[in-house]
């Protein structure tokens, strides 16, 4: 059973933007997280957060290399991620993740989306 749905993903040219956008299932709440948050994957890269917000009071936080460029956002059961200004460098698999908020991070990831690519071109 899918519990987390991305979309938005697709080709852009380098100062472009997309919104990804993340649905979670009505059963997501069996999981007991409270934040969700924004990983990606590079090719030949390991995982990396990109972003975070705590679902019971919109405390956000982001990744150095995003800041600035990229904002993530919730409303009820869907989270978001804006994202402005991409570079080439922002070429990955982007995956939605819902955890546990500890130490001002959503960490303790207990459900993962399956990905959706975001490719951008110079």
């Known amino acids: 059973q899918v519990h987390l749905v991305e979309s938005g993903g697709g080709s852009v040219q380098a100062g472009g933007s997309l919104r990804l956008s993340c649905a979670a299932s009505?059963?997501?709440?069996?999981?007991?997280?409270?934040?969700m948050a924004w990983w990606r994957q590079a090719p030949g890269k390991e995982r990396e957060g990109v972003a975070n917000?705590?679902?019971?009071?919109?405390w956000t936080n982001y990744a150095d290399s995003v800041k600035g460029r990229f904002t993530i956002a919730q409303d009820k059961s869907t989270v978001y991620l804006q994202m402005n200004s991409l570079k080439p460098e922002d070429t990955a698999m982007y995956y939605c993740?819902?955890?546990?908020?500890?130490?001002?991070?959503?960490?303790?990831?207990?459900?993962w989306g399956q990905g959706t690519q975001v490719t951008v071109s110079s």
């Open positions: 993740a819902a955890g546990v908020w500890s130490g001002g991070v959503c960490g303790g990831i207990r459900v």
């Open positions: 009505e059963d997501i709440y069996k999981f007991r997280t409270n934040c």
């Open positions: 917000i705590y679902s019971g009071g919109g």
